[in-house]
């Protein structure tokens, strides 16, 4: 190889480690302006209302000065508890099915339509479980049908995808060995499969648990049209409730002073449960690799 070659892709290499490292830099400070910009602006929002009745607070009127997000907290916890009740037990069952029973013929039927089930919008999800569930909740148990059940549930759909493709990949990657070695002990195929191949597989499973939390949590438009939208203290599964998005989407356009200082706030509380999904999501990859 000439040396004007050698110097060639010398360059060629400089130019893209350059390249590359500009695009680490720039997701880097991207997080790190988004989480100055929150913190700064929460903190002394936090401080004007008081950490307790901000935090513990079950009142939420602005107009009358009462800032208390506990009923957004405890509605995003019990819509996300409600959507993994649901989500978890298909998803996680789907994927063991995709990976060790279903054919060639079916997956590639399926698979295809999980993955477009990934690509439908929050929206198109909010309108059918607006037009569809809603009235089935009303007609099966009264009230308005707009609740936290309806939001669960709704929910519970849209977090499959995620379950299924990362819990999926996990499966597949257990080593075959692992299931030969269960076959020749004794055990029938559905006995290695539930007590070899899933147990070896469940740090990948619970990865695709934990992003599914963070979809579930994070999400907006959807719960905003299922949801009821009441800013009140959960008061059952046919209730209406609102989450921690939903306060801030439907609030923000009109809010001034303290009122948007104090959604800002709840956007950094938003932001936190987010880093530590994260955080967890973390923790079970690297014990994965261990």
């Known amino acids: 190889m000439s040396g004007k070659t050698l110097l060639n892709n010398k360059v060629k290499e400089t130019v893209a480690k350059t390249v590359f490292m500009i695009a680490a830099c720039l997701s880097i400070a991207a997080v790190l302006i988004i989480c100055l910009f929150l913190f700064v602006n929460a903190v002394p929002a936090i401080a004007k209302t008081g950490a307790g009745r901000f935090f513990f607070g079950t009142l939420w ?3 009358n000065g009462e800032f208390g997000i506990l009923p957004m907290i405890l509605g995003s916890i019990y819509v996300t508890a409600g959507a993994l009740v649901i989500g978890v037990p298909a998803g996680v069952f789907t994927s063991i099915y995709f990976s060790r029973f279903a054919s060639k013929r079916v997956l590639r039927i399926f698979s295809p339509l999980v993955d477009i089930l990934a690509g439908i919008p929050s929206v198109v999800y909010g309108f059918f479980g607006l037009v ?4 089935g909740i009303r007609t099966l148990f009264g009230g308005t049908g707009s609740s936290m059940l309806a939001a669960s549930v709704l929910l519970g759909v849209m977090i499959l995808p995620t379950i299924i493709s990362v819990s999926t990949a996990a499966l597949n990657a257990v080593p075959s060995s692992y299931y030969e070695g269960a076959v020749g002990l004794g055990a029938c195929h559905e006995q290695a499969v539930f ?4 147990p070896a597989a469940k740090s990948g499973i619970t990865a695709g648990i ?7 949590i994070g999400e907006t438009m959807a719960v905003i049209m299922v949801a009821g939208n009441q800013a009140r203290m959960p008061a059952g599964l046919l209730k209406g409730v609102r989450t921690l998005t939903a306060n801030i989407v439907i609030e923000m356009g009109y809010a001034a002073e303290l009122h948007r200082e104090v959604l800002i706030a709840t956007g950094a509380v938003l932001f936190v449960f987010i880093l530590i999904i994260n955080f967890l999501f973390s923790l079970v990859k690297g014990r994965s690799k261990l």
């Open 61 to 63: 009127r602005p107009s």
């Open 132 to 135: 569809v569930l809603v009235p």
């Open 195 to 198: 007590f070899t191949i899933v």
């Open 210 to 216: 934990i992003l599914g939390i963070g979809r579930a």
